[in-house]
């Protein structure tokens, strides 16, 4: 027994009618150049969408009568998705190594990189390197990662204070 295929159209997952699926009439039109076509029967309206080879997409199905225009569909809907992701962050983490026996000229080096790190808003992770006995002396770290923070105030704010993680004191500053 061969069953029969209801719906003719394509599924449509979100909640926007298109073409055959409204079934209210009289709709109001805008065509796809955006001018008002009055108030015409949905028939008329299917018609019209078809001669100029769009859609016809139910935008605005509260008003009475329901709002239609005359689209591209599938144009509409990427459209849609491509807006929906576009609000996504686009931040990014960065990190800039230092070591407590750094010197000022290369700690200004690592501080300009990370401000343009920071002016393209990603995120700059601060991290002091210890090893062997700088163990011994982690204030001297300590006080390369407060001149790292005290620089960069300008432009990012602390997000983690400095915690020492191991051999690693780690500090994370986010844009302002």
Do not use: W
Request: net charge positive; charged share 35%.
């Amino acid at each position: 027994m061969a069953l029969a295929r209801r719906n003719v159209q394509p599924e449509n997952r979100d909640s926007t009618r298109i073409n055959a699926q409204i079934r209210i009439t009289p709709v109001r039109v805008v065509s796809e150049e955006g001018e008002q076509l009055g108030i015409i029967p949905t028939e008329q309206a299917l018609e019209r969408a078809r001669d100029a080879g769009l859609d016809l997409v139910e935008v605005a199905p509260g008003e009475r009568p329901p709002v239609c225009r005359i689209m591209d569909y599938g144009k509409f809907k990427y459209d849609k998705n491509k807006k929906k992701n576009s609000g996504s962050s686009h931040t990014k983490t960065k990190e800039i190594r230092l070591r407590p026996k750094t010197g000022d000229e290369d700690i200004r080096t690592k501080v300009r990189q990370a401000e343009k790190f920071l002016e393209h808003k990603d995120k700059v992770q601060v991290s002091v390197l210890f090893r062997g006995r700088e163990m011994a002396h982690i204030e001297e770290g300590r006080k390369v990662m407060e001149q790292v923070i005290e620089i960069l105030s300008e432009v990012g704010k602390v997000e983690t204070k400095p915690q020492q993680h191991g051999r690693r004191m780690i500090c994370m500053i986010a844009p302002k």
